[in-house]
């Protein structure tokens, strides 16, 4: 059942609703295109829960319909019929109210952006920067999976396929929400190309995912910034440029170095580096906000700490395991070619059922 507290919110998002489509019909609002933009915004946000406290009232109804004839109508038929539309309204009455304190639940400002996510190399030389190149490949797979798009921003490889550090930009609608729960250290498990003696090492990556920041999100201070333009380094070929065009952005408060050379242009690897680093600079004010808020932060899944480990890939066992929720699963071929619904989901719905208990604790 619904507390009083949370019934009485509910009632004041529905009465909020129709106070808002009353002002929406009005003719003056009607011709203020900016008043009214805002004004569809704001229902947009609150018509999905609005509308199902509607029904789950309906259905509440019908329930109370349902038992008073099972209390007082004496026909054997008749009560056959309410019976199974009690047992019906019940099940149906759960399943919204856990609906309801779903849509309920505080959302995170930023779970409908864009994604910069950064791939680095950890402990253990040579071996690291390849199981980080298969990081990259395995979450460009799934991006293609989802329908989303990636544009490399920035990329540091090693002389035989292996990656020191990549960055790329993900589109996709709710991509954040999906995809900041990959932030940590992954370690791998398996014997290297190069070891003859077929041992076992442990290597490690590690991943960040920020929510792509927007120019009005992060002021930069010119004065803060020193910008060098160096000829683009790589392994040969075309697409090693033979001009000035890479950039280095060095911001001094922070100490964050930005390289970027994907572009052929000067001025477009500027945009990129400028681009990502209005994105660290807005992850880093925002972890330190989240810190702020909650000491207790590191006990959440998807605390969004690169340094927590929070997955192992095994291959001569052929697991994988998520250290946060006890997770493994034998199927790392499939993970590997960017299947990684299998791990995420299951993450995802644990931190919701972590805040919907913290939601029913608050809201006693």
Known sequence: ?????????LDGIEHKLEDLERELMEPEV?????????LMKERSSIIEIAELYVRYKDTENSAAEARDILENESDR??????????????EEIGEMENQLKILMLPGDPNDERNVVMEIRAGTGGEEAALFASDLYRMYSRYIERRGWSSELT??????????????????????YSVLKYESGVHRVQRVPETESQGRIHTSAATVAVMPEAEPVDVTIDEKDIRIDVMRASGNGGQCV???DSAVRLTHYPTGIVIYSQTEKSQ???????????RTKLYALETQLARDRESADRKKQVGSGDRSEKIRTYNFPQGRVTDHRIHLTVYRIDDIMNG?????????????????????DNENQ
């Open 77 to 90: 038929e008749m009560k056959e019929l309410a019976r199974e539309e009690l047992s019906s309204a019940a």
């Open 154 to 175: 920035e990329l540091e490889e090693t002389g035989v396929g292996g990656i020191k550090n990549v960055s790329f930009l993900i589109r996709g609608r709710g991509a």
């Open 241 to 243: 440029n033979t001009t």
């Open 339 to 359: 299947e990684l619904d299998m791990l995420i989901d299951p993450v995802i719905a644990e931190d919701r059922t972590r805040r919907l208990l913290e939601f």
């Open 267 to 277: 001025i477009q690897n500027k945009e990129k580096a400028f681009a990502l680093l």
């Open 30 to 38: 009607a011709s203020d295109s900016g008043r009214y933009s805002s």
């Open 1 to 9: 059942m619904l507390s009083d507290l949370i019934r009485n919110r």
